[in-house]
């Protein structure tokens, strides 16, 4: 019974926001987060805000319960020029 209840809670949500820059060798780095944000449409006023000043933004989000290791798959919510490889 505990199973059937469990499986069907929602697990959080969790929205992120990167943003990158070339380092001196022409390598993106981090410069921006991972930076969670408090809703999906908070991540993208933030990664439009930040795109103007770095080479590359990105915004995104996935189910998530950290504590349990549990990870859904990322969904893309805004990408803004160069930007690293989400894993």
Same mark, same amino acid.
């Given at each position: 019974m505990w199973d059937a209840i469990f499986s069907q809670q929602k697990m959080?949500? $969790?929205?992120v926001?990167?943003? &990158? !820059?070339? !380092? !001196?060798d022409?390598? $993106?780095?981090?410069? &921006?987060?991972?930076a969670e944000?408090?809703?999906e449409e908070r991540a993208i006023?933030? =990664?439009? =805000? $930040?795109a103007p000043k770095h080479a590359g933004v990105i915004a995104w989000s996935r189910e998530a319960n950290p504590a349990l290791g549990e990870y859904g798959e990322p969904s893309t919510l805004l990408v803004s020029g160069d930007v690293l490889a989400m894993e």
């Open positions: 959080p949500k $969790l929205v926001v990167m943003a &990158f !820059d070339p !380092d !001196d022409g390598v $993106l780095q981090v410069v &921006f987060g991972p944000q408090e809703s006023r933030t =990664a439009n =805000a $930040l």
